[in-house]
T-cell receptor, first 119, second 116 residues
Framework: GAVVSQHPSRVICKSGTSVKIECRSL??????MFWYRQFPKKSLMLMAT?????????EQGVEKDKFLINHASLTLSTLTVTSAHPEDSSFYIC???????????????FGPGTRLTVT | AQKVTQAQTEISVVEKEDVTLDCVYE???????LFWYKQPPSGELVFLIR??????QNEISGRYSWNFQKSTSSFNFTITASQVVDSAVYFC?????????????FGKGITLSVRP
């Protein structure tokens, strides 16, 4: 089956610093990856859609200058939280879409998540 | 706009009880997919099922079963003879059509606690 990894699984950083989270599709090429944010006991909120080789599409209300997304290859997307603040502390989850065959296919696999704590 | 409603927020049952998790969705698309995911305390989302809008057959997989009814826009999930390991947050999700621009919309999730 399709496997998506995230690194790191947990990170603690100080206010004002930047932190990078990596999302990799291990056994398939993903032209599209997604980044979600999840607050405690809340649902997953889509932050942005990342397409390989092009700029990410951010959801309304997500600061693109704060959450930098780079999808440089078909197996790697990165999310960089710049100038982190305590309110950025959250669980960040990426997912990767398996390329479809025609219009009948839609498979999206999720990474294990990264818990970010900003002190 | 797509919307997924999981009206139940928390459910607590005793082991071996059956439990049904409700999911109601809204979409204007005629082609769409519905999903259920399980999120155990570890945080990783576990895919349970995908159903497309043209397939209204109910599905059973072991102790899990799903009831898809387009007439009521519902896609309910039943766990039979629940076990402690079923304790998790369960999300219902809807994809807005198919193709490169489709996205998943999640419900708020249902926290299921199964007591021994």
């Amino acid at each position: 089956g399709a496997v998506v990894s995230q690194h790191p699984s947990r990170v603690i950083c100080k206010s004002g610093t930047s932190v990078k989270i990596e999302c990799r599709s291990l056994d398939f090429q993903a032209t599209t990856m997604f980044w979600y944010r999840q607050f405690p006991k809340k649902s997953l909120m889509l932050m942005a859609t990342s397409n390989e080789g092009s700029k990410a599409t951010y959801e309304q209300g997500v600061e693109k200058d704060k959450f930098l997304i780079n999808h440089a290859s078909l197996t790697l997307s990165t999310l960089t939280v710049t100038s982190a603040h305590p309110e950025d502390s959250s669980f960040y989850i990426c997912s990767a879409r398996v390329p479809g065959r025609g219009t009948a296919s839609y498979e999206q696999y999720f990474g294990p998540g990264t818990r970010l704590t900003v002190t | 706009a797509q919307k997924v409603t999981q009206a139940q927020t928390e459910i607590s049952v005793v082991e071996k009880e059956d439990v049904t998790l409700d999911c109601v969705y809204e979409t204007r698309d005629t082609t769409y997919y519905l999903f259920w995911y399980k999120q155990p305390p570890s945080g990783e989302l576990v895919f349970l099922i995908r159903r497309n809008s043209f397939d209204e057959q109910n599905e059973i997989s072991g102790r899990y079963s799903w009831n898809f009814q387009k007439s009521t826009s519902s896609f309910n999930f039943t766990i039979t003879a629940s076990q402690v390991v079923d304790s998790a947050v369960y999300f219902c999700a809807l994809s807005d059509g198919v193709g490169a621009n489709s996205k998943l919309t999640f419900g708020k999730g249902i926290t299921l606690s199964v007591r021994p």
